[in-house]
């Protein structure tokens, strides 16, 4: 008798020792997008998690209470009664609580701006999914919510199909979690897309201004996925077919125009720098008339090189100019007839 004694302890804790861990609804990584009313909605629902634990608590007192003391299955079913309550009221605290907090979820995801149409379907699929397992898990022990206060019905009530019901609905409940912190996973995400694009529309304005076979392989380069790759095609094609057609090569110059973007009696930290320019590693620095004078680029015409300065002119160097040096490297003066190519 002994061992059936000890078979039934060890079967009812074996069915419950699952459903005692401690849960958490707040998602940590997204607190950056929680307003001041949805962090008060997660708190609270944090309040119900730690009442739903409490009663959980309560339920496995009493099951070893009994556990102890009875040696037949139908007698310990009986006399544990208001532990299936707690573990039913345990129940509803966790399904208060995933409902708030998915509530939360739902309105960031579908208020997020995206910046990726397939994230957007991607993320709103993962939230209706989740929405709907949160609504299957409250049909799966409505049932048993409006018997708690019906004593002879949880006498009868066997843990076997207690426990199948709320293994089945916290099952739901913590999918949807995960499907939802999937979904804000993507809304976060997007703030790492948008700059990206703003880099990638910079890119291809510059490469558009400066309007050459290499400023559009340069973009093509540094943008291998970027949205103007067709176009960047497109017209280095363009303009290979033109040379071709003209029967010259697109520019012929005896001059190397670049873009000046400081000087200084001393030389400057490279963080100020990367404040002008970002790729520092394409600035070039020469010491010459007690200046250190830091310029960017290489253009074979002055046209172009204005265009870039333009560029720079309108964004972080208020102040830039065109230089242009010979073929051995000596600085000249940007004479009208250079301005004229």
Known sequence: MKVVKFFVIGLIFLMFSGL???????????????NSEQAKVLEKAEKYIDK??????????IEK??????KKKKKYNKKTWEAKKFRIQAEKNYLKAYQDASAVYSQIIVGATYYDDGDKSEAHALNDDAVSLIE?????????????????YLKKLSFSSLN???SSARGNKESAYSKQTEAIDIVLNQGRKKKLDEKD????????????????????????????????????????????????????????????????RSAL???????????????EKQYSGGYYKYWVKSFPTYSQAAAFRDQLLRSTVPDAFVVVFDKSGNQLEVSDEMKSH
């Not at 005692?20 to 929680?34: G, I, P, R």
């Not at 739903?52 to 007192?61: F, G, H, Q, S, Y």
């Open 20 to 34: 005692t861990k401690a849960q958490t609804v707040t998602y940590s990584a997204a607190e950056s997008l929680f």
């Open 52 to 61: 739903a634990e409490a009663k959980i608590t309560k339920a496995e007192a």
């Open 65 to 70: 209470k009994y556990a102890k003391k009875k």
């Open 136 to 152: 299957d898990a409250d049909k799966k022990m409505s049932k048993y919510n409006k018997k708690t206060s019906d004593t002879k």
């Open 164 to 166: 199948s019901a709320i």
């Open 201 to 264: 529309n910079r890119a291809w304005t510059n490469a558009q201004n400066i309007n050459t076979i290499a400023s559009y392989q340069d973009y093509l380069d540094n943008f291998s996925s970027g949205k103007y790759v067709s176009r960047a095609r497109q017209m280095i094609a363009k303009l290979k077919a033109d040379q071709a057609k003209n029967n010259k090569p697109q520019v012929n110059s005896n001059y190397i125009f670049k873009v000046q973007i400081a000087a200084s």
């Open 269 to 283: 930290p490279k963080y100020e720098l990367a404040g002008k320019y970002s790729n520092t590693s394409e600035i």
